[in-house]
Every structure is written in C-alpha cells, then in structure tokens.
C-alpha cells in the first residue's frame, strides 16, 4: 500500500484522505521515504524540512478529523520552486546569491495553499534566478531527467517537473517567463500550465521578467493540474498587475470536440525533431478525427519573439536583480572596502555565468544611446506579436504546436553555447508576451524521452485548455506516467 | 537685495521635494514619522526583499492631484511609473521609482508676492508657471560611524513630490517668495506638511546667466539638496556673482552638478556632465498605468482652499482691512478661516476682529505653545489654534461690546487677556469685573450738571467758550471720578458739549 502512494493522482489521494482510508501523515511519511532514496538521484529538491512536513501533515489530519478540513487540496503536498516564498523556509533561487536567505513572508500562492489544506512540501531546484532551460544553471546542485539520468529535466522549473516524474511528489509549483513551466513539463512527460498573465498574484515570486513572469501549476494529469489552478487563482491587491475579482471570470470551457484549433504556419518545420513532429501530428489527426476544426494560421512576427523576448526579458531582469548587493540580505563580500565597493565584489562572487550575462545584455539594452535600438523596438515588436496572436485568436480557440522541438538534452550537451539553448522556448515565449494563457501536454515518446504539444489560447480561456489537454489525455496512456527509478 | 549688476540676467528653476501628508509609504503599506529608531518603519516592501511588489497609496496619488488642482494644472487622464536604476546603499531596490514621461501633475502655476518697500506696503505679484510635478519614493539615509557604513530604511518610499518649474524665477528674491507660496498652498491643502528641519522639503536649485535682453539661456548649474529657504537663496546669490565672475573673465560656465555649504556659505562641484549617471529609465512593469477618473478630480476640487493671494485681496477689498493684518491672516489657512468665523458672528467692524486675531491673539498663541518646528524664521509657524481658549464667536463678542462702547478700547485689553486666561465670555468678564461703562444719559446729565457747577472748573470752561477746544479735556477728569472710571467717554464729550454749547 504505502510504496504504491507516490502513483497516485492528487484527485485519488483527496479522495482516500476524504473516505478516511489514508491520512495526510502516512501520505507524507511514504513520501519521505522516497525522497531518502530518489533525491540524490534525480536532484529535484533543494530542500526538505521532514519535521516541518510532519507537522503540517498531522496538523491536517487533525482538521480534517474535526469536520474543519479546508478543500480539496486538504492534506495533499505540494512541493514549490524556491523561488517563490514560504515563510521559514529558504528562498534561494537556487543561487550563491541568496544560499542563506529564508524567507520572512509567505507569497500569496503559499497562502492559498495554507487556506486550501495542502501542506507545503519542499523546496525544489530550478536554473538561477529562473534564468536558463536545463536546470544546469543552479549554483546548488544538478537536477536530472527522471526517464534518462544523463540528460537535462528542462527547466528552469526542472526540479518542480522532474519531482512530479519521479513520483517524489504529486503537485508542484512552477514560475514562467518564456517557457520554464512547459518546457521541462515536455521534457519530463508531465502537464504544466502557464495562466493568463494577472490570473495568479505574483506576490512572493521572486521577480525575474516582471512582465513575463506567472506562476503556474504542474502536475502529472490535467485532472491535477486543474485542480492546483483552482487553489491558486485569486484576486490579491498585493500585486497591482493581478486581476481584480471583477475581472476574473474564465471562459466557460464548452464542447472540446467543437473546439477550432489553430497551426501557426511553418512551426513544424523549423529544426523541429521528426519523433517530435510524429507526435504532434498524431494528435492534431487525433482532434481532427473527434470533429475539432483544423486549420491553419499566419504568425508573421513569430520569428521575432526570441530576440524580442532576450531584449525585454534581460532589461527588466537587469534592474530586478539590481536589489541583490549584500547590504540588507543574501551574500556579501568578505572584501569590503566602500559600500560600493562592497555591493560591486557581492555580485561579482553571488551571481553565476548566465545570471551575470542576461544582467549585462540588459544593461547595454537599457543603457543611454541604445534603449531605442533596442529596448523600445523589442517593445513594439512585443506589441505586434501580441496583436497577431490576439487576431489569430479570434478566429480559433487553441493554437496547437510542439512545446520543444526537440527532446531532452544531455547534461552538459549545449552548456557553452547559450543561443542554442535560447531556441529551446521558441514555441513557447510568444504566450509570455502576449499574456497568454498556455499548456503542455504529454503525447508521446521520441524513443524513451517524453514529448509534449503545447496549446495557447486567448486571455482566460485556461478552461479551454484543459478540456482540450483532458480530451487528449483520455484517449492515450500518458496521465500519471512516471519514469522507473 | 539684489546685488547684480545691472546687465546681468539671472534665470532660476527649482525642483522642490517635498514629503506628501500621508498615513502610509507611498508603496507600501508601512506608516511612516519622524523620530523613530532606526529602522523601525520598514517591512518586506520597502526592504525590497525578493518577491515583493509595490502598490501604489491611493492617498498619495489624490495629495498629488490635490497639489495639481491647488496650482490650477490640468490634472491628467493617466499617469504611470517608471524605474530610475542606479546602485547605492541607501536604495533598497537599486532602482528608484519615479514619474518620467506621465508625471501625476503637468502645468499650473504659483502666484508669487515680492517683498514691498516696507512691511505695510504690498510689494509687485507674479506667477511663476510649474512645469510638472511627479510623485515617487525617498530614499533611505546613510551615515558612516567608524570603520563602516550604517544604514536607515525609516525614510525609504516616504511619498515625494518633486515639483519642477519652469525657468521663470529672476532673483533670489523671487526664488524666496516663491518657496514662501508654495509652502503655504501646500500646507494650506494638506497636501505637506514642509518641515525643512524634518527634512521634508529639499530643493535642487538650477541657475544661469544671460546678458539681459538675450533670448537665449546660459549653461546652468544645478545645486542639489538644499534644506533651507536661506540656503536656496544664498545659492542663488552665490551663483550669479561666481557666473558672472567666470563669464567677465573670459571663461565658460560648465554644466555639472554642486553642492552647497552652507555653514561656509559657499558651493562646491559634486560632478560634471561627462560623469552623469545613465539611469536607464524604463517603465515600471510591477505598476499598470493608473486612470485618474473625472470623478476623483471633481471630489477633490471640492478639497482646494482659496488660493492665499485671493484671500488676501478679498480681505483689503471686500473686508477693508489693511494689508499688514491680511497678510498675516491670509499665511495660516486656520487662522484666516478662525477670523472669518468671527467676522460672521460680527460682520460690522473686520478690521477691529483682524487687529485682535493679528496681534493679540498670535502673540498670545505663540507665548503660550512655543514656536513649532519653523520652516521658515521669516515666516511665523502655524499656530495651533485647537486649544484655543477664545472662539471666534466670544472674540466678536468682544470687539461688539467695544463698538457699541460698553467698554472702552483700553478696558478691551484687560478683557481680552481675562478670555485668553479662562475661555469666558466678554460680557461675563465685564460684568464680574464691574467694567460696564456707564451709558445712562440721565444720570450722566446728572453729573455732568454738577462738576460744571463746581466753581473750580469754572476757569477751563471760560476758556473753552473763548475757542480753546482742548479745555473741555479739563472737565472730564472730574467726571471721571465721580463715576469711579466708568463713565462712557464718549458720551460725556457730547454732553459737556451740549451743556456748553
């Protein structure tokens, strides 16, 4: 019983917990247990506070017993990226910079989380600062693919995908600037979602790309994932960018089968592996056949989205990250001589290779004599993308593509050459800067790697999106798949 | 005042900081105050702590409005923030947000008075145009104490107005009266409270020089963090004479940016233009754009006191009061709103109300609170007239009983100083005291009758009848004296003539 828990779905489990068949603590003590013996393996976590686990469990099980549970998440882990804060627990962006921070608040989405019933699980690993898409940017440890241990989980959220393949837990939290929810969800054969932007306060998420930026469910069946997103979303006046309560309101999901799905022209073509072409063809001709209208769109301005997304994202970054100079918190300098020269030394020993290189690309893109070059024509690029996206998305309800174009890499296979790595979220950028609402969805195998299709949809059709993934995810084995260990 | 020569021009902007009156900070929702330990008003916001947000304090944004709709600009459909990136220590986030190309407040102007050629003279009026003014965050303080640096986030994210003029001030006389108005339409609004000595209004001063008569601007300079009426005028005297020193000698006036000393009354370079920073400027993704609605800016307009000089030219106008006691009124809105209340209950002599509010009543006020905090030592604070013992209606009151001549003007000081001492009434006060003149024409008649009987007097009322008019002054004392003193004065004068006569 107890070794077959980390199988299940968080659905099944509310449902055990609920039925009194299982509490919340013999759920976390067996989760525990695989933690001790799959962590060092995968790498996903940087942290677990068992004791804190515990108590929190047992807290649960306590509420429940007296009629006081709280939901539907009531008892149920979530593990969260550690760059979204929980407070008490450690808030490293998995970064040297913030290696001793915990965190004095809990961000809006933990929270929920508390006012859900869940218990808040672990911290897990990601690139620094949300800044990379193999998780080999983490300053703390390397987190690998649970279906190959030689290859990248994606990332930055790597370590949220790849506990969830992994079975080390059943929900987790990810953040998403252009990709870092749904990519590694590829990678790792999972299902994340990246919400409308405003739809989830940012309140607590450590800001990489303002702009971009939404936290986002992940989970291993849309059924889950769902679920999580339901916890999440809520107005919060702490964040002024997160909608108010009046304008919320998602579209209703309708009939998946009548749904009119959208192929940006040309996007199975470019360096897209052919398994990975295989797979999303298959279930484009899988929708077809339930009576969904295919057809297909002009982007012309996707070719853009890349750079333009390196231009705005870098900027932003470049000023948010300006708050980490070792005077009021995080790592500072033993050589200190002047303040500045104190702030100048911390950040040249806190922050990584990458870090340092989006912070320096956004300075120049900001900098006096080239932020109209740059900066304001990323704007209006960013703009247009938006504007033929929103077009598109008039005339059908999805746009289906892959979510990567290629399958998971080897560790260490594109670590010195950043551009290469850039176009792993060709797909999947443009949904951040238009504010769009996406998902991936497992849909098969390129040998024994996972592959996943990615759906974006207009502003709040989230519900949209699910009943898609959900018609999908019915008909094919590839809910609740994990890798063997 | 003025000690440039003749065929010099000096143009001045200002760009004046000032604290806005609000409960919290302008991002957050830590309160803000003067005089805490260090680092007492702070939270996880105005730390910057990673996964914090801004939110912008709705009562700053309408102190704003406020200022804008006090100063007559036309307040704008929307404003927006934006991030002022540059490192130091006392800057929690390393980047300042701040109002560049949507400030809360565009256009307007402050009417100014110039000194006249004595105190009871009105000097000229001008308007002095605001180009805008925009809302952002202070920042906190840093101090050096020993081996290290020690840092203060209390004043981090206190909302700041940083209203800019145009280039339109033309002496250090006019940059004073300036400040001098400005101050009072921000104190009078509620929108600031302007404690220089709290540090919460500082002033960056940019002055140049032209030959008078050129179209053209010389190259400014721009002294920065001024804290003090007297330091910004200083700068400007210092200024000019160093500008045109430079210019007569054949050199060029550099563009850079200074500093002042004011306890060695003189200026010093901070930095030149090669050197200015490059502070990437960029708009704030954390904050939307934020709509000023036509609702807020009619709900506030309700809010905009007269403006000072309006005041001041009703009261010489419509009210006759001399100027001297205007002026003095018109400084402090609730000093002038305390007098109108009185003139209300005794609309017939507002002169006899502002003499009384004016002298006796300030002086007695300020001897009894102490001077609070002065921004200004040319101009008297504010006084608190919440513990005033006299209400305007008991101050009418008095200056009636002194116009119908119950008592006279010199009783009216003892009364007055019996008010201030135990908050009763006039009339009470004259009664207990017995100071009630004495207006019973019969019995005067009486009196009158008899002292001018008397054969002692009879020598200064020979005199009087023979045309010496100050003789009957003689008579008086008499009569005085058989009434103990209270004997209308006035009345006495019109019977002794009429029994003379």
């Known amino acids: 019983m107890a070794d077959a828990l980390h199988t299940l779905s968080a659905a099944e489990l509310g449902r055990r917990l609920a039925a009194g068949s299982l509490t919340s603590r013999d759920l976390c003590e067996a989760l525990i247990a695989r933690y001790q013996v799959i962590n060092d393996k995968v790498g996903a976590f940087t942290h677990l506070d068992q004791a804190d686990v515990l108590a929190q469990a047992a807290a649960s099980d306590v509420r429940r017993k007296a009629g006081q549970g709280r939901g539907p998440l009531e008892g149920i882990p979530v593990a969260i990226k550690d760059n ?48 990379g898409s193999s998780t080999e940017n983490s300053a703390i440890r390397k987190t690998f693919n649970p279906w190959d241990l030689a290859r990248i989980p994606g990332g930055s959220s790597g370590g949220s995908a790849a506990a969830l393949a992994a079975g080390l837990v059943p929900l987790s939290l990810g953040s998403d600037t252009g990709g870092s929810i749904r990519q590694p969800a590829s ?69 998946a089968k009548k749904l009119r799905i959208g192929i940006p022209k040309g996007f199975l073509g470019k360096g897209v592996a052919p398994e990975v072409a295989a797979a999303v063809n298959a279930a484009i001709e899988f929708y077809r056949a339930q009576g969904c209208a295919i057809s297909e769109v002009e982007l012309p301005s996707a070719d853009l989205a890349v750079p333009t997304y390196y231009v705005v994202a870098t900027a932003e970054a470049s000023s948010n990250l300006g708050r980490y100079d070792g005077v009021r918190y995080g790592h500072r300098s033993a050589s200190a001589g002047t303040p500045v ?13 990458e870090v340092k290189r989006r912070i320096l690309l956004g300075t120049f893109v900001l900098s006096a004599g080239y932020a109209d070059a740059y900066y304001v024509r990323a704007l209006r690029a960013r703009a247009k993308i938006r504007a033929e996206y929103l077009a598109a998305l008039a005339g059908v309800d999805v746009l289906l593509t892959p979510t990567v174009p290629t399958p998971a890499f080897k560790v260490g296979e594109k670590a010195s050459d950043p551009l290469q790595l850039y176009l792993e979220d060709i797909f999947t950028i443009p949904a951040n800067l238009a504010g769009l609402p996406a998902i991936s969805v497992p849909c098969g195998k390129s040998g024994h790697l996972p592959v996943g299709f990615h759906l974006v949809g207009a502003p709040l059709s989230e519900a949209k999106l699910l009943a898609a993934g959900r018609l999908f995810e019915a008909a094919h084995g590839f809910a609740h798949q994990q890798a063997t260990l | 005042m003025s000690n440039v020569p003749s065929d010099w021009e000096v143009v001045i902007g200002l760009e004046v900081h000032v604290q806005l009156h609000t409960r919290a900070k302008v991002f957050a929702s830590s309160p803000w105050g003067f005089g805490k330990a260090p680092n007492e008003q702070v939270d996880p916001v105005v730390l910057g702590l990673p996964g ?58 402050v009417e100014i008075e110039l000194p006249g050629a004595s105190r009871n003279v009105m000097g000229e009026h001008k308007f002095i145009r605001i180009h805008h003014a925009h809302l952002e965050e202070d920042v906190g303080k840093l101090s050096h104490a020993g081996s290290g640096s020690l840092v203060d986030y209390n004043r981090a994210g206190v909302p700041l107005l940083e209203i800019v003029t145009e280039p339109d001030l033309r002496s250090s006389a006019e940059a004073e009266a300036f400040l001098r108005s400005l101050v009072a339409m ?49 700068t400007v005297i210092y200024e000019t004479a160093r500008q045109i020193r430079e210019l007569e000698a054949g050199h060029s006036i550099t563009q850079e940016t200074r500093g002042w000393n004011a306890e060695l009354g003189r200026g010093y370079v901070l930095r030149d233009k090669e050197d200015a920073h490059d502070y990437r400027y960029f708009p704030d993704p954390d904050i939307p754009t934020l709509k000023i609605s036509r609702e807020t800016v009619a709900r506030l307009a309700k809010l905009v006191p007269e403006n000072l000089y309006d005041r001041q030219r009703r009261y010489v106008e419509k009210l006759g009061l001399p100027y001297t006691a205007a002026s003095v009124l018109v400084n402090d809105r609730a000093l002038a709103e305390w007098f109108e209340l009185a003139v209300a209950a005794h609309p017939t002599n507002p002169s006899g109300i502002a ?4 002298n006796d009543l300030l002086r007695d006020l300020a001897a009894s609170a102490g001077a609070a905090g002065s921004f200004d030592e040319a101009v008297p604070a504010p006084v608190s007239l919440s513990s005033c013992p006299i209400k305007p209606a008991q101050l009418a009151g008095l200056v009636k009983l002194t116009d119908e001549a119950v008592i006279s003007k010199q009783q009216a000081k003892e009364v007055f100083a019996e008010m201030f001492k135990t908050g009763q009434d006039a009339a009470a006060i004259v009664d207990a005291k017995g100071l009630r003149q004495n207006s019973d024409t019969g019995e005067l008649e009486k009196i009158v009758q008899e002292v001018i009987a008397d054969p002692a007097v009879a ?38 003539r009429k029994f003379l006569g």
């Open chain 1, 84 to 131: 979204i804060a929980v407070k008490g627990q450690p808030l490293t962006c998995s970064s040297k910079m913030l290696a001793s921070l915990v965190s004095p608040y809990d961000s809006h989405v933990a929270e929920r989380l508390r006012a859900a019933g869940a218990i808040l699980y672990g911290r897990l690993n990601m690139d620094e600062f949300a800044m």
């Open chain 2, 459 to 496: 020598k200064s009322i020979a005199e009087y009848r023979a045309g010496n008019e100050k003789a009957i002054n003689a008579l008086k004392g008499p009569i005085m004296k058989c009434t103990q003193g209270k004997a209308n004065p006035v009345l006495i004068d019109q019977l002794l």
């Open chain 1, 187 to 255: 990678h790792c054969g999972v299902v994340g979602l990246k919400p409308t932007y405003g739809l989830i306060s940012r309140f607590g998420l450590v800001a990489f790309a303002s702009s971009l930026d939404q936290i986002g469910p992940m989970a291993r069946s849309i059924e889950d994932c769902e679920l999580l997103l339901n916890a999440l979303a809520s107005a919060d006046a702490r964040d002024m960018t997160c909608f108010g309560p009046s304008d919320r309101a998602l579209t209703p999901a309708g009939d």
């Open chain 2, 186 to 234: 921000l104190t009078q609004a509620g929108v600031a409270d302007c404690d220089m000595e709290k540090g919460q209004l500082r002033c960056d001063c940019n002055v140049s020089i032209r030959r008078r008569g050129a179209d053209k601007l010389g190259t400014r300079t721009e002294t920065k963090n001024l804290n003090s009426i007297s330091s910004v005028r200083d």
């Open chain 1, 341 to 353: 020269e104190m702030m100048t030394a911390s950040r040249s020993e806190g922050f990584g290779p």
């Open chain 2, 355 to 358: 003499n009384l509010v004016a």
């Open chain 2, 52 to 109: 914090t947000l801004p939110v912008v304090n709705r009562e700053a944004v309408e102190k704003s409005i406020l200022f804008g709709l006090v100063v007559g600009s036309s307040v704008p459909e929307h404003c927006s923030w934006d991030r002022k990136n540059y490192f130091y220590p006392d800057n929690p986030k390393n980047y300042q947000l701040t109002q560049k190309d949507f400030p809360v407040v565009v256009g307007g102007q």
